[in-house]
Every structure is written in structure tokens, then in C-alpha cells.
């Protein structure tokens, strides 16, 4: 009779992220990530399914570029531009961005948006808003420049796109401190 081994390797415990062999630190920064895309599934859902029904003077809310523009302010120009990239090209495949031109401008605000903040303006709630406010503005009369060349719409509709931008900044103080709060988890926060 064979005499068994002894040696019994331990049973795995623990879930998936246990087998991926991440330390603390990494764990933390995935959660991070997670969540900012958990934010904006809910905000590309809290768009299309119940405020596209709601309109005012015939425009409707941009709430994922807003988002996108909010966690890219927050996390810097060398993670959120990279963030913008991925963010904006998931935009574009749920069907809901106004066309493919709409990933190049968001990439492109976002990373312009970032550098401005870093470079001349302070962190903090303010600044925070002014910089989303500009990028919102500027990406909805771009899409409307666009629009007027490839002649979707008209020039009266250029109100519209207004009050997009508007309705959508209305969204973003409330969405700023969730956005905060979330960035607070893998380290690397303001401290505010």
C-alpha cells in the first residue's frame, strides 16, 4: 500500500478579485473605477429612459458628457483623459451619443478642461463647476456647428442646445459631490 501524501494545498477562499493577487491599493483603485462606471450606466439610463420624455422648449438633458467632464476635473489630465477615451467611446456604442464626432470632442474638452484647471485655477467646488459649465457649453454649440454642416438642423434651433447645456448644468453640483465622494475611495482625492 501506497503510503498518501501529507502535503494538501490550501482551498482557494475568497472571490475572484481574491485569485487576481491585488493588493489593497489595487483593489481600492478598481472599486474606484467600478463605481465611476456604475454613475454612468445610471446617469446614461436616468437620461434615456426618463428624462429624454421630459422637454423644455423642445431640448432634453446631456447628463453623460457632464458626467464624464466631472470625473475627469476631479482625477487630473493623466487618468482622466484616459478615463474620457474609454468613458466617450462606451458613450458612442450605447447609441445614445448624437454622432462619432460627439467621442472627439468629448475626449478633446475633457483633456482641454483639465489642463486649464490644473494650470491656472484652484481645486475646489467652483472651479470645478466653471470648467463643466465651459465644456458643456462648448460641446453642445459644437455638436450644433456640426449639425448645421452636415445639415441636420437649422440655425433656430441653436436655443435648444441652450438650454441643453443649461439643463444638463443643473444636474452637476448634485453630481459633483456623489463624483467626490467616489473618488475619495482609491486615494488620490482632493483635499477639500
Not at 458628457?65 to 474620457?84: D, K, Q, R, Y
Not at 436655443?159 to 465622494?181: D, E, Q, R, V, W
Amino acid at each position: 500500500m501506497a503510503k498518501k501524501s501529507e502535503f494538501r494545498p490550501d482551498k482557494p477562499r475568497g472571490g475572484i478579485l481574491s485569485k487576481l493577487y491585488l493588493t489593497k491599493k489595487q483593489r481600492r483603485s478598481l472599486l474606484k473605477w467600478c463605481l465611476y462606471g456604475l454613475v454612468l450606466l445610471v446617469l446614461s439610463v436616468l437620461q434615456d429612459v426618463i428624462l429624454s420624455r421630459v422637454r423644455l422648449y423642445g431640448a432634453s438633458t446631456e447628463l453623460v458628457p457632464c458626467g464624464i467632464f466631472l470625473i475627469c476635473i476631479l482625477e487630473g489630465t493623466h487618468t482622466g483623459s484616459v478615463f474620457a477615451l474609454a468613458a466617450s467611446l462606451a458613450y458612442l456604442f450605447s447609441g445614445t451619443a448624437p454622432g462619432t464626432y460627439a467621442m472627439v470632442l468629448i475626449v478633446v474638452l475633457a483633456i482641454f478642461v483639465c489642463i486649464l484647471r490644473q494650470a491656472y485655477l484652484q481645486n475646489g467646488f467652483g472651479t470645478a463647476m466653471l470648467c463643466t459649465a465651459a465644456a458643456m457649453l462648448v460641446y453642445e454649440l459644437s455638436v450644433f456647428a456640426i449639425g448645421l454642416f452636415l445639415r441636420l438642423t437649422v440655425f433656430s434651433r441653436i436655443s435648444g442646445f441652450l438650454i441643453t447645456a443649461a439643463l444638463s448644468l443643473l444636474a452637476a453640483p448634485i453630481l459633483y459631490f456623489i463624483i467626490l465622494s467616489i473618488s475619495k475611495v482609491g486615494g488620490g482625492a482632493w483635499n477639500e
